[in-house]
């Protein structure tokens, strides 16, 4: 089946320092990925949609200045979260639709738990 | 607009219980359908799913239809495990290249 890793899977910063979460198609051109937001006990929540070689579109309520997202390649995909805060802690999840499964399958990432100190 | 909504937990049973988990959806076309498992501390695995109407989709003992006619996706298993302790998310998703949206979760907690 189609692989989806994610890098690191735990990060611990500094206040005010930036994160850069690698979301990589292992065997599988991805054209377009997602990143979702999970905090505890609660649902994912869709941050951004970003398709290979153009820019990423951002749902309502993410700023899109501080969780940078660069799609540059069709099996990478990262997001940066800059001048992290600890209200930016929380277990970020990413997802790669290879565009060619007749189920519209998405294949996910096993997430990157963040902790800012 | 499009929306799933499945039961709210926890739900706590003994092994080999009966396990259902309810999930409806609001959709303006004809999305497939998907149940997902989260493992403590891990990202999401995709447990099965389901494209068109009447399909059932089956996985581990789990199994679920799609039911065009109630809007419906209910995971079922007909005797759990304390391993199937874990959040499962109904899921749907409208067409290639657009996001999943997902129900808010439901945590099941299963006792030996």
């Known amino acids: 089946g189609a692989v989806v890793s994610q890098h690191p899977s735990r990060v611990i910063c500094k206040s005010g320092t930036s994160v850069k979460i690698e979301c990589r198609s292992l065997?599988?051109?991805?054209?377009?990925m997602f990143w979702y937001r999970q905090f505890p006990k609660q649902s994912l929540m869709l941050m951004a949609t970003?398709?290979?070689?153009?820019?990423?579109?951002?749902e309502q309520g993410v700023e899109k200045d501080k969780f940078l997202i660069n799609h540059a390649s069709l099996t990478l995909s990262t997001l940066t979260v800059t001048s992290a805060h600890p209200e930016d802690s929380s277990f970020y999840i990413c997802?790669?639709?290879?565009?060619?499964?007749?189920?519209?399958?998405?294949?996910f990432g096993p997430g990157t738990r963040l902790t800012v100190l | 607009g499009d929306s799933v909504t499945q039961m709210e937990g926890p739900v706590t049973l003994s092994e080999e219980a009966c396990l259902t988990i309810?999930?409806?959806?609001?959709?303006?076309?004809?999305?497939?359908l998907f149940w997902y498992v989260q493992y403590p501390g891990e990202g999401l695995q995709l447990l099965l799913k389901?494209?068109?109407?009447?399909d059932k989709g089956s996985n581990k003992g789990f199994e679920a239809t799609y039911r065009k006619e109630t809007t419906s996706f209910h995971l079922e298993k007909g005797s759990v495990q304390v391993s199937d302790s874990a959040v499962y998310f109904c899921?749907?998703?409208?067409?290639?290249?657009?996001?999943?949206?997902f129900g808010k979760g439901t945590t099941l907690s299963v006792s030996s």
């Open positions: 970003s398709n290979e070689g153009s820019k990423a579109t951002y």
């Open positions: 309810n999930c409806t959806y609001t959709a303006t076309g004809y999305p497939s």
């Open positions: 899921a749907l998703i409208l067409q290639a290249g657009t996001a999943l949206i």
């Open positions: 389901a494209t068109k109407a009447d």
């Open positions: 997802s790669a639709d290879s565009g060619t499964s007749s189920y519209n399958e998405q294949f």
């Open positions: 065997d599988f051109q991805a054209t377009t």
